[in-house]
């Protein structure tokens, strides 16, 4: 059974930092795609970033630049680097198998807030 | 960027009734390999988003039949047959054959 456990959600201030990780179990994950998805209170979905297996990324304009998607295929592990936070980044981030969203996991909570 | 355009935004249905939601697509999503790459998910409240439906019209495992999709080109739409009490939430269409991957806005399905 696919698994896919975010962490790392928090209040953080505009302008900070903030790191999430992915842990993921029950498929073959050096092999898979991922990619966050990102949902603001109350609205719909929104694609942030793509990591293919080759380690190639895409990233949706308004996190570019401020946004870093990458893997640890050692631990199964996928991380979001976020810096340069925004009032408007503050979403349920959540990581999801493949570009397709084959699977998602729960979400993490990120609030951004003075 | 593909600008995906569902409708209805609310639809109240009766329980056992159809339901049909529209995805409409600001671009051909016919990729270049000849498939088409729209996709259907479900988002009850307080839950995680789940496909049920990918490259069209393709189930995923455990789905029930009732739900069947269909369309090509820019139109696209999500049925279901007769509607249960469990198909309550927003249902979002999601294109990924351009980058960036975009998402219609929802369509929230409730019973009357």
């Known amino acids: 059974e696919v698994q896919l456990v975010e962490s790392g959600g928090d209040l953080v201030q505009p302008g900070g930092s903030l790191s999430l990780s992915c842990a993921a179990s029950?498929?073959?994950?050096?092999?898979?795609?991922m990619s966050w998805v990102r949902q603001a209170p109350g609205k719909g979905l929104e694609w942030v970033l793509s990591?293919?297996?080759?380690?190639?990324?895409y990233c949706v304009d308004s996190v570019k630049g401020r946004f870093t998607i990458s893997r640890d295929n050692s631990r199964n592990t996928l991380y979001l680097q976020m810096s340069r936070l925004r009032v408007e980044d503050t979403a349920v981030y959540y990581c999801?198998?493949?570009?397709?969203?084959?699977?998602w996991g729960q979400g993490a909570l990120v609030t951004v807030s003075s | 960027d593909v600008v995906m355009t569902q409708s209805p935004v609310s639809l109240p249905v009766t329980l056992g009734q159809p339901a049909s939601i529209s995805c409409r697509s600001s671009?051909?999503?016919?990729?270049?390999?000849?498939?088409?790459?729209l996709h259907w998910f479900h988002q009850r409240p307080g839950q995680s988003p789940r496909r049920l439906i990918y490259?069209?019209?393709d189930r995923d495992s455990g789905v029930p039949d009732r739900f069947s999709g269909s369309g090509s080109g820019t139109n696209f739409t999500l049925k279901i047959s007769r509607v249960e009490a469990e198909d309550v939430g927003v249902y979002y269409c999601?294109?990924?054959?351009?980058?960036?991957?975009?998402f219609g806005g929802g369509t929230k399905v409730e019973i009357k």
């Open positions: 999801a198998k493949g570009h397709w969203g084959d699977s």
């Open positions: 029950g498929f073959t994950f050096s092999s898979s795609a």
């Open positions: 990591i293919f297996p080759s380690g190639r990324t």
């Open positions: 671009q051909g999503l016919l990729h270049t390999d000849g498939s088409t790459y």
């Open positions: 490259k069209v019209s």
């Open positions: 999601m294109q990924v054959t351009h980058w960036p991957l975009t």
